[in-house]
């Protein structure tokens, strides 16, 4: 009985705040490049669409190299960052934030990309010819129709940013009570031989992902609505 | 639909719509459609010029039918050409200008509708309204014209519910109300009628016969049905292969096909070759040689002795008869090949390609002969040289 008080806690809220954030961007900025994708055609699109790819093939030690160069304190980034905040971005849970976004927005723009082309293009055509703009178009027919996918793509991607290690470990460290997530903390537990801790937060990550993924599962019920007819 | 006062919150422009010789809409359109798996290479190039009322693309699926519709709305780029929507340029090529759809104020009423299923049919017109280029900041009008829509279009009762919950001539209602809302300039429909029953297509002709009367706005509609084509048009265009094959008033088309091809668009079935044996300009009149006999016509101007063509004759201007009728020369003994069942009783077919319909009853009268007389009146003959 006395182990289970010796848990901490901490790399679970890190993880939930973390992966929150990393969501809330990843919905943001991958809907609008899956609209790009789905609804222009523009120059580079293929080279775009690669660019957004390749962190899915990429191994997780390539990435954090890459993010330590774009984000370091040397960099024009994190030189900018420092310069703003006053301390540096790699090593803080900032830095995980960023590190869980890279990894849950490539698997999220290809599904959305997918989401939102399956939205029949007539009710947009609808739109614009009745003299909706585009913007009014995607806010008002487009998002609504696509909502239920959307939605279920977002768990999905809160669900991976919670559980993402290799890149994290590379651009936020591994600094219990600052920037140990989950993931993290259950390999910390691992090498140092705590297997009740270990067993605990393993249970806990199942759990919460299997939950997870029922919820993903219930909002993309009902996606019937994107054809006309 | 009731009566009453009329939407208020339109601004029609009748002056300029009435009795001004200009058409309406004038597009020249090109487009050319690259070869793909499944699809040859397709080129639409047509003239189209439409004046008030209802103006009818009618050909066969692939024609181009829709691909025009799409270029006057602005949701395909010609590759050459112009569009002019009274007087104002929608497209045109050599100077670069493509007017987006959403200023074009066409209201395109799609296949199987497109209301928005995520909104009911108020919000839907509401959303109309809204985004509509005029009145855009006077909400007060707005709701007035909804609410006059959803009234003359019977939708009251209705108006709450999503696009789900409405039966096909319902939605139809609504999707016409929905562009209304929008007060366009030019009405787009493509196959509106799709998927209806006899019964409520011609509830719906009923509709847009009214809603044009009241509103004058014109209407581009497209349709591969015949009799829809027959009920509703103005103005015929005949598409074939991405090109105009006639153009004119429904009249013109009907009563005079410009060749074999468009006869048989017009449901004409009795189409078979013909000789011109006498011309009588004093007595207005012509002689043609067909199937071994001779049949008196009309005059046909333009035409010599001795040039061949084709006679066409529709189907319920035929007489058939077991006997011939001695009060008249027009007609031809023909042999009996086979019969096929149609919604009117049975169709004939003769030899040379000649059927006609008959009734049940007739039907019973005529079985048992190998050969039956055809009688053609001199005013059922169109000749094409």
Redesign the interface.
């Known amino acids: 009985m006395p182990q289970s008080t010796s848990i901490d806690w901490f790399p679970l809220w890190l993880s939930l705040r973390v992966a929150a954030l990393a969501t809330i961007i990843v919905v943001t900025l991958g809907t609008a490049c899956a609209y790009l994708l789905s609804h222009k055609q523009f120059r580079g699109k293929n080279l775009f669409d690669s660019l957004i790819t390749l962190p899915l093939v990429l191994p997780p030690t390539v990435l954090g190299y890459y993010l330590l160069v774009v984000i370091g304190r040397a960099s024009p980034v994190g030189h900018f960052y420092e310069s703003i905040t006053g301390a540096p971005l790699v090593f803080t849970w900032q830095a995980a934030v960023i590190a869980a976004t890279i990894h849950s927005a490539p698997i999220y723009i290809k599904a959305a990309r997918a989401v939102l082309e399956s939205v029949?293009y007539?009710?947009e055509?609808?739109?614009?010819?009745?003299?909706?703009?585009e913007w009014?178009t995607f806010w008002?027919?487009t998002l609504?129709?696509a909502r239920r996918g959307l939605s279920s793509l977002g768990t999905l991607a809160f669900a991976r940013s919670l559980g993402d290690f290799g890149v994290t470990i590379m651009v936020a460290g591994n600094i219990p009570g600052r920037t140990q997530t989950l993931s993290v903390a259950i390999y910390d537990a691992v090498e140092s031989g705590n297997g009740h801790v270990a067993r605990i937060l393993v249970l806990v990550v199942s759990a919460g992902a299997l939950c997870l993924l029922w919820a993903a599962a219930h909002f993309s019920r009902g996606s019937r609505?994107t054809t006309?007819? | 639909m009731g009566g009453g006062p009329f939407l208020t919150g339109f601004a029609i422009d009748y002056g300029r719509m009435n009795g001004t010789p200009e058409p309406i809409v004038e597009a020249r359109l090109v487009k050319r459609l690259p070869p793909e798996q499944d699809s040859d290479g397709f080129e639409l190039n047509v003239h189209l010029r439409t004046g008030p009322g209802i103006t009818v693309l009618f050909g066969s699926s692939g024609a181009g039918k829709t691909l025009t519709l799409n270029c006057v709305a602005g949701f395909a780029r010609p590759d050459e050409g112009r569009i002019l929507v009274r007087g104002e340029i929608y497209f045109d090529a050599t100077t670069q200008v493509h007017i987006p759809p959403r200023r074009r104020r066409c209201g395109y009423i799609f296949q199987d509708h497109a209301l928005f299923p995520h909104m009911t049919v108020r919000e839907n017109l509401r959303f109309a309204a809204s985004v509509a280029l005029v009145d855009k900041k006077r909400p007060l009008l707005q709701r007035r014209r909804v609410n006059e829509l959803l009234e003359l279009f019977e939708l009251g009762e209705l108006a709450a519910r999503t696009p789900a919950q409405l039966s096909g001539g319902q939605k139809q209602r609504a999707a016409l109300a929905r562009v209304l809302a929008g007060d366009p300039r030019l009405l787009l429909l493509d196959e509106p009628t799709r998927g209806l029953d006899a019964r409520l297509r011609s509830t719906f002709y009923d509709v847009l016969q009214r809603t044009r009367e009241r509103l004058d706005i014109p209407v581009l509609l497209v349709t591969h049905d015949l009799e829809e084509c027959f009920q509703l048009a103005d103005f015929v265009c005949l598409m074939d292969r991405g090109r105009f094959l006639q153009a004119g008033s429904r009249e013109t088309v009907f009563a005079k096909p410009a060749s074999v091809e468009v006869a048989r668009m017009m449901g004409i079935h009795n189409i078979i070759p013909a000789e011109i044996a006498v011309l009588d300009p004093g007595r207005n009149g012509s002689r043609l040689a067909v199937l071994d006999s001779f049949l008196d016509g009309p005059y046909l101007p333009g035409h010599l002795i001795g040039d061949r063509g084709w006679l066409c004759v529709r189907e319920h201007e035929m007489k058939v008869g077991t006997e011939k009728n001695p009060a008249t020369t027009n007609q031809l003994a023909v042999r009996v090949l086979t019969t096929s069942p149609v919604a009117a009783g049975v169709r004939v077919h003769f030899e040379g390609d000649l059927c006609v319909s008959v009734s049940e009853s007739d039907w019973q009268e005529f079985r048992g002969n190998e050969r039956l007389w055809i009688e053609i009146p001199r005013s059922a003959i169109y000749f094409i040289g």
């Open positions: 029949d007539r009710f055509w609808a739109a614009q010819s009745l003299g909706a703009t009014r008002r027919v609504p129709l609505l006309a007819g």
